[in-house]
């Protein structure tokens, strides 16, 4: 499952082998974090220089440090050369030697520098995106970090689906109106983990549905228009009366719009006489529910008659 908050953690791998009586090792030090490299010559008489090699050429010469004021040479034991960066960034990212200064390999290390994920902001997909329906969008997740980030795709902010997606794309081919939703993306490496949110959201043209297509009842009793307009977007809906009219909230009729979900979005509206409002003939007719979108407008028809 998906991190919602993010954990922090401190890594700091340190592998040492021995090939050929060579130490060799690999650390992985988090940004601004100390390391220390070991380098031990039991072989050592006051005549053989010891020396640190890295991608900037010659580091050190016995306790000497040439190119580094962010480094020294530690001595527990007349034997030991160690390397200590006091304050690691990613400049010291390589490959670091010990040796002697004719050339014998002691020891060799590779240093990586590791940080938690970041999206990548100018990479990725933004919070919130528009797609019509039957498109194939692509919602993009960029992290950086090292170890490389793996990403993760999960649905919903409660509950929310792991999607079994793995990957910086997510591809919807021939989305669907119930493709509207959040989609979470998690970029984790051996640090920490993170997630970008991205709210999907697919317009489709707005159709209009009516309860009950033809309602009989007599004069001056109570009646109850209602229609369901579905669309994304919705702009407006109402009811016309049979002289081509808006039916707004009066004497005659109480009017409401309910508004159902976010994704998709669905109005319910409902047109309600008072009580001995019906009573001419001009009452009773075609009654349509009007419903418009951001694309196109929709109706359908109640027939009201006695």
Same mark, same amino acid.
């Given at each position: @499952?998906?991190?919602?908050?993010g954990i922090q953690a401190t890594v700091y791998v340190y592998i040492i082998m021995m090939i050929t009586g060579v130490q060799t090792g690999k650390l992985q030090i988090l940004r601004g974090q100390s390391a220390s490299m070991a380098c031990f010559f039991r072989?050592?008489?006051?005549?053989?220089? #010891?020396?640190?090699?890295?991608?900037?050429?010659?580091?050190?010469?016995?306790? /000497?440090?040439?190119? /580094?004021?962010?480094?020294?040479?530690?001595?527990?034991?007349?034997?030991?050369?160690?390397?200590?960066?006091?304050?690691?960034?990613?400049?010291?990212?390589?490959?670091?030697?010990?040796?002697?200064?004719?050339?014998?390999?002691?020891?060799?290390?590779?240093?990586?520098?590791?940080? &938690?994920?970041?999206?990548?902001?100018?990479?990725?997909?933004?919070?919130?995106?528009?797609?019509?329906?039957?498109?194939?969008?692509?919602?993009?997740?960029?992290?950086?970090?090292?170890?490389?980030?793996?990403?993760?795709? %999960?649905?919903?902010?409660?509950?929310?689906?792991?999607?079994?997606?793995?990957?910086?794309?997510?591809?919807?081919?021939?989305?669907?109106?119930?493709?509207?939703?959040? %989609? #979470?993306?998690?970029?984790?490496?051996?640090?920490?983990?993170v997630n970008h949110t991205i709210d999907l959201q697919v317009n489709f043209p707005v159709e209009v549905d009516v309860m009950e297509e033809e309602i009989q009842v007599q004069a001056g009793a109570v009646v109850s228009l209602v229609c369901a307009v579905e669309? /994304?977007?919705?702009?407006?809906? %109402?009811?016309?009366? &049979? /002289?081509?009219?808006?039916?707004?909230?009066?004497?005659?009729?109480? $009017?409401?719009?309910?508004?159902?979900?976010?994704?998709? $979005? @669905?109005?319910?509206?409902?047109?309600?006489?008072?009580?001995?409002?019906?009573?001419?003939?001009?009452?009773?007719?075609? %009654?349509?529910?009007?419903?418009?979108?951001?694309?196109?407008?929709?109706?359908? @028809?109640?027939?009201?008659?006695?």
């Amino acid at each position: @499952m998906f991190n919602k908050a993010g954990i922090q953690a401190t890594v700091y791998v340190y592998i040492i082998m021995m090939i050929t009586g060579v130490q060799t090792g690999k650390l992985q030090i988090l940004r601004g974090q100390s390391a220390s490299m070991a380098c031990f010559f039991r072989e050592w008489d006051k005549t053989t220089l #010891i020396r640190w090699r890295s991608k900037e050429g010659i580091l050190t010469r016995g306790t /000497q440090v040439y190119k /580094q004021n962010n480094i020294e040479v530690q001595k527990p034991t007349e034997y030991d050369w160690n390397l200590v960066i006091k304050k690691a960034d990613d400049g010291f990212a390589g490959n670091y030697t010990c040796e002697t200064e004719n050339g014998t390999v002691i020891a060799q290390y590779t240093l990586e520098i590791i940080y &938690p994920p970041r999206i990548i902001q100018d990479r990725s997909s933004a919070t919130r995106v528009v797609f019509e329906e039957g498109s194939t969008p692509n919602l993009t997740c960029h992290f950086s970090g090292v170890p490389t980030p793996t990403v993760c795709w %999960y649905r919903g902010l409660r509950d929310a689906l792991d999607t079994g997606i793995t990957g910086e794309i997510l591809r919807l081919p021939g989305v669907t109106r119930y493709a509207s939703d959040s %989609y #979470i993306c998690e970029g984790k490496n051996s640090v920490s983990s993170v997630n970008h949110t991205i709210d999907l959201q697919v317009n489709f043209p707005v159709e209009v549905d009516v309860m009950e297509e033809e309602i009989q009842v007599q004069a001056g009793a109570v009646v109850s228009l209602v229609c369901a307009v579905e669309g /994304q977007p919705i702009k407006e809906g %109402y009811w016309r009366d &049979p /002289q081509g009219k808006t039916i707004i909230s009066d004497w005659k009729f109480n $009017v409401t719009t309910e508004k159902d979900g976010d994704f998709p $979005v @669905m109005w319910f509206i409902t047109a309600t006489s008072r009580f001995s409002a019906l009573v001419s003939e001009y009452d009773f007719g075609d %009654y349509i529910c009007v419903g418009v979108g951001g694309s196109n407008s929709a109706s359908k @028809m109640t027939r009201l008659v006695k």
